[in-house]
């Protein structure tokens, strides 16, 4: 049971980390995009 709630819990860290990530990135290519006009 705990095995299960851990593995949910760090499926959540993960997609939050992920989620995090892409949008730093999304912002960093339009930023860059900006830049370049």
Aim: glycine share 0%.
């Amino acid at each position: 049971m705990s095995v299960i709630k851990s593995d949910i819990l760090y499926n959540m860290q993960f997609q939050e980390v992920m989620t995090e990530y892409a949008f730093a990135f999304l912002m960093r290519k339009i930023f860059v995009h900006f830049q370049m006009l």
